[in-house]
Nanobody
Framework: QVLLVESGGGLVQAGGSLRLSCTASGRTLSRYFMAWFRQAPGKEREFVAAISWSGTSTRYADSVKDRFTISRDNAKNAEYLQMNSLKPEDTAVYYC?????????????????WGQGTQVTVAS
């Protein structure tokens, strides 16, 4: 069992930046493909980005491509989401997720482990 905990959310002005972190306990993150999802009020949870266990492969939703960067540090048992040029439509609760499947899946059902979420609010 792996426990994921997100941090780094907050309130930021449009055009600003935030860096989310996800740390793990219980097992080493290096065994898992990791991802970020988000859920805005009244909307379904949506895929944001995913990263392979080694960090050499990544995948992004079109809506965040060229603005967000996913990364990981297996030595620190952590993954990150650097968010730049934030827009009001990026406002959501952001979740980190992990899977033992070796696939950069965009489907939430592919992920076995989830954090509790961190709120990101982008003011216009």
């Amino acid at each position: 069992q792996v426990l994921l905990v997100e941090s780094g959310g907050g309130l930021v002005q449009a055009g600003g930046s935030l860096r989310l972190s996800c740390t793990a306990s219980g097992r080493t993150l290096s065994r898992y493909f990791m991802a970020w999802f988000r859920q805005a009020p009244g909307k379904e949870r949506e895929f944001v980005a995913a990263i392979s266990w080694s960090g050499t492969s990544t995948r992004y939703a079109d809506s965040v491509k060229d603005r967000f960067t996913i990364s990981r540090d297996n030595a620190k048992n952590a993954e990150y989401l650097q968010m730049n040029s934030l827009k009001p439509e990026d406002t959501a609760v952001y979740y980190c997720a992990g899977t033992e499947r070796n696939v950069l899946s965009t489907l939430s059902a592919s992920y076995n482990y989830w954090g509790q979420g961190t709120q990101v609010t982008v003011a216009s």
